[in-house]
Every structure is written in C-alpha cells, then in structure tokens.
C-alpha cells in the first residue's frame, strides 16, 4: 500500500484548526481563562463550534495522505469526539418533564433591541401562546406604547419594571428598560445594584403555586469591557442566590452563553439548571442564522421544562422565547 504524508500546506491548515479546537476546548475546560482578557470573553461564546475546526481538520487530512499516512486524521478526529462533551448538556434529559405534562407557567421573552422590536408582530406571539408572564428587556418608550394598549391590558393588566429612553440609533441605545407583564398581580422583590441594566425580581402567582421570577439583563462583554461583564455576572448571582433555595425563575438576555464563565458562577452559586431543549441559539437574529446561546431561562430544581421554543420578531437582533414549565 502506498503511504503518503498529507501535503504541506494541508498539514499548516489542519494544524491550524486542531490548534483553534484545542484553544476553543481549554476555554470550555478551564472557564477561568475567559477572564482573561475582553478577546478571550468574546470568543468563549463560540467553544461549541471547535467541533467544526476537528472535523474540518480530520477531513482535510483524510484528503491529502494517501494509505497509512491518513492514520494522523485520526488526531483530529479523536479532538472532535472530545469537543462533542462540550454539547452534551444541551442534551440532558435530567429536567425534561414526562410527555403530557401539563405547565404551570408559560412565558414569553424578548430583548427589543433598544425598544425598536415590531410590536404587532410580537403582540401576534403573544396573543397566539397566551402567556402568563412577560418579559422584555431593552424596553424604552419607544416600546412603553404597550403597557397602554388595551389588547395587552386585557391579557396582561399587571407589570412592573423599568423603561429606557427612545433611540433612533440601532447600536448603544439605551438598554436599561426591563419590563414584566403578567395575568396576575405581581409584586417587586428587589432590584439589584450596581447594574447597568435592570435586573428584576418580583413574585408570580400562577394558579396554587407561587414563584419568583428574576428578569435579567446583566451587561456584555462588549459594552461593560471584561470587567463590567465579570462584575456583573458576580452580582447576578448574589441577587438571585438571595430568593434561592425556593421555587426560582432566571429569565431574560444574559449576555453570556452557558459555557461562559458567569454561567458557570451563577449555577454554581444558585444551583439552577438551564431549561434549554436542544440547540437553540439566539444571537444574531437581524443579520445571519443565530449563533450563540445568550437569551436563556434558568430554573431551580421545583421546575421541569415542557417546551422551549424561538420565534423572530422583525427589528430585533434576538430571537423571542416561548418557555413553558411546570412547577412541582
């Protein structure tokens, strides 16, 4: 049999990707190193995609040895098996509620994009899934039109939070509006400080069972530098390790991906598990296929998750979420 090494310029750009899976792999193992620097934070978003550079290393390397000389792909392919561990946990079944379960609460969230969101087309969701809670972050006056509309009223009377100043710009508006709306009354918890944005928590009474609902909104790594972004994350996690070991909802655009550090804190510190069904991701919604898994809903152990679901909402950079739950 014929051996041959792959060719050079084969071997560079294998080697290069092998080397970005490795990088996107230790970022995921050893979550510390997001913080880093700024770059580091940003590209810890994307860990899950080193899967794509082993498996587009193992091909490149099957494509240019000849016989024995392709046992090296096996390298790559051995990174790629250890990479796929990364997406195991979108995949846990630990939380799933058992088929014909019933949910307790359902809700709806939306980040705005600086209150510019269409509000028929999300009126649209809302009246189509009837939810019982609502929540909206980046919510200005642009979007405040809402919390008079009688539609809304008559599904949603209740709401409480903040509401941002209108912008006409699409990029660094003001992001600080974070709005609840609910079928029943609700009532203010807290605030947290020392937050850019409003993060939220009120208590929900659906039916016989009662909750608390965070809506979140920490800053990212973008706005907030990697400071802000660490120390609000760290703050996230105090404000709803506050309402924990009870019944506890985390909801709303987290500006973080479940590999990320902050995540990583905030379940450790509170003990909630995401609600994710599959891959679902998020972030950006305006301009390309979603790539990042930034608009979460994390929930303490009284919750199983019936169905999580996205939805667009033209004018907006993040996708909509349908989340449905049930409370034990």
Do not use: C
């Not at 939306?110 to 909206?136: F, I």
């Not at 947290?192 to 944005?197: D, E, I, L, V």
């Amino acid at each position: 049999m014929i051996s041959r090494r792959p060719r050079p310029f084969a071997t560079v750009v294998a080697s290069i990707l092998m080397l970005t899976g490795a990088a996107l792999w230790a970022l995921d193992a050893f979550p510390t190193l997001q913080a880093s620097s700024r770059l580091t934070a940003l590209v810890s978003s994307f860990t899950p995609y080193g899967i794509v550079a082993w498996a587009l290393a193992a091909v490149i390397l099957l494509i240019s040895a000849r016989g024995t000389g392709r046992l090296v792909s096996l390298l790559a392919f051995a990174g790629m098996f250890v990479h796929a561990g990364i997406l195991l946990p979108y995949f846990q079944t630990s939380y799933l509620a058992p088929p014909g379960t019933q949910p307790t609460v359902k809700m709806i969230m939306l980040n705005m994009h600086y209150g510019h969101a269409d509000l028929d087309q999300l009126w649209s969701r809302v009246e189509a899934e009837k939810p019982d809670v609502v929540v909206l972050t980046e919510f200005t006056e642009q979007s405040a039109e809402i919390l008079a509309d009688p539609r809304w009223q008559a599904m949603l009377p209740y709401h409480l939070g903040t509401t941002g100043r209108s912008s006409d710009r699409d990029q660094f508006g003001d992001a600080s509006g974070t709005q609840v709306l609910s079928r029943t009354p609700l009532t203010q918890l807290g605030q947290a400080s020392g937050t850019q944005n409003a993060n939220l928590a009120v208590q929900v009474t659906t039916g016989q069972r009662s909750l608390v609902l965070i809506a979140a909104h920490p800053v990212n790594p973008v706005r907030g530098n990697l400071d802000g972004w660490l120390t609000e994350g760290a703050i996230l996690s105090d404000f709803v390790a506050g309402y924990t070991p009870g019944p506890v909802v985390v909801a709303g655009d987290l500006n973080s991906v479940p590999e990320h550090l902050t995540i990583h804190n905030l379940v450790a510190r509170t003990g909630l598990h995401q609600t994710t069904q599959g891959w679902q991701p998020s972030y950006p919604a305006d301009r390309m296929v979603p790539l990042i898994t930034i608009d979460q809903v994390l929930a303490s152990d009284q919750f199983t998750t019936v169905r999580v679901a996205r939805f667009r909402v033209a004018n907006t950079d993040h996708l909509g979420s349908v989340v449905e739950l049930a409370q034990s």
